[in-house]
């Protein structure tokens, strides 16, 4: 009977610090798979498998397509790809992002809830905003454990504490600790009667591996809220799950509704930066009529356009108080740094 051997961890901000100090606390004989999500930029190479095989006993690496699961192996997100857990073997997947990110974390703890269910252990650490929210709702809801990183220790405790505000967690540990039970877990048997398996996220794990049936069905959950999807415009359903809300497109992008905000919140700022850049082309370009208009002695055109030029930066100066405020309150440090 095999125990709690599918175990899925996701990370943000401060990911690296808590990965690297989990992994080196792991067993090498250690009877299960680790697969993670760690926010990283879409571009460049990923050094975390490094990272955390000179930290921990257990080999990291980045998997391919369609690699069968092995225990003992720590399976790591690639950039600009999500990571899917299938029954007996990991897919890659450039499905639509999650509350922004490509690879999220949300996708890698539906899909393993999905296919093995109470053989999972979900573990939360360090990260701003909260992805993984709906990843530990989906985890508990086929019976899995949960197991979350102490926000008071965490360096951003805005991840643990959403999972902790979604779901009634297993264990809420620090690090060292997490590490000794993952270690417990994965040697404690498990019945394989999963919980019956909800509709919802059959389609979601679909969306996410990018399976054009899911993409078209006609019947998707949730009901229409109103709101546009950042990424894309499109119409954004509204889904319930518990005391958590979120947010799916046609697209299939999907956001919690804290990270909906957050990114409402960098598209005003992206206006107003536009609207300020377009504000002061419009100065320069009244100071430059009006230079031409003085050489020329059409003194009275001149005064209306040097007017113009101090009305509009005027209101130029209304809107970079605006970002500078905006800019002085932003403390969110945004994804983790590829390392």
């Not at 790591?76 to 992002?97: E, I, T």
């Not at 794990?205 to 998707?220: C, K, N, W």
Request: some cysteine.
């Amino acid at each position: 009977m095999p125990g709690h051997d599918i175990i899925v961890i996701g990370a943000s901000a401060g990911g690296v610090e808590a990965l690297s100090r989990l992994v080196s606390g792991l067993p090498a004989n250690l009877p299960a798979s680790v697969f993670v999500a760690l926010h990283v930029p879409a571009h460049g190479t990923s050094r975390l498998p490094l990272i955390l095989s000179r930290n921990g006993p257990l080999e990291a690496r980045h998997p391919a397509d369609g690699e069968e699961i092995q225990h003992g192996i720590i399976y790591v997100a690639s950039p600009d790809r999500h990571l899917l857990v299938h029954r007996g073997q990991v897919r890659l997947s450039r499905g639509p992002r999650e509350n922004g990110h490509r690879p999220a974390i949300d996708p890698l703890f539906r899909t393993a809830a999905w296919s093995y269910g109470r053989r999972v252990v979900g573990v939360i650490l360090s990260g701003t905003l909260d992805d993984g929210s709906a990843g530990v709702v989906a985890v508990k809801r086929r019976g899995g454990k949960v197991v979350v990183q102490d926000p008071d220790e965490a360096l951003y405790p805005g991840m643990p504490r959403g999972a902790l505000d979604s779901v009634s967690v297993d264990h809420r540990l620090g690090i060292v600790e997490i590490s000794g039970i993952l270690a417990r877990l994965a040697n404690d048997p498990v019945r394989e009667e999963d919980n019956p398996m909800p509709d919802d996220m059959d389609v979601e794990s679909e969306i996410a591996a990018f399976e054009i049936s899911a993409m078209q069905d006609p019947d998707r959950p949730g009901t229409p809220s109103g709101f546009g999807c950042p990424d894309c415009g499109g119409a954004l359903w509204e889904l319930h799950e518990g005391e958590l809300i979120r947010f799916r497109c046609r697209g299939g992008h999907a956001w919690t509704a804290n990270s909906l905000l957050a990114e409402q919140s960098d598209s005003v700022e992206t206006a107003l930066w536009t609207a300020f850049r377009a504000l002061e082309e419009r100065a320069a370009l009244c100071d430059r009529i009006c230079e031409r208009l003085r050489r020329r002695e059409i003194t009275l055109a001149a005064t209306r356009f040097e007017a113009q030029a101090r009305e509009v930066r005027a209101r130029a100066q209304v809107l970079r108080r605006l970002l500078v405020s905006e800019a002085t309150n932003n403390t969110d440090p945004g994804p983790a740094v590829s390392p």
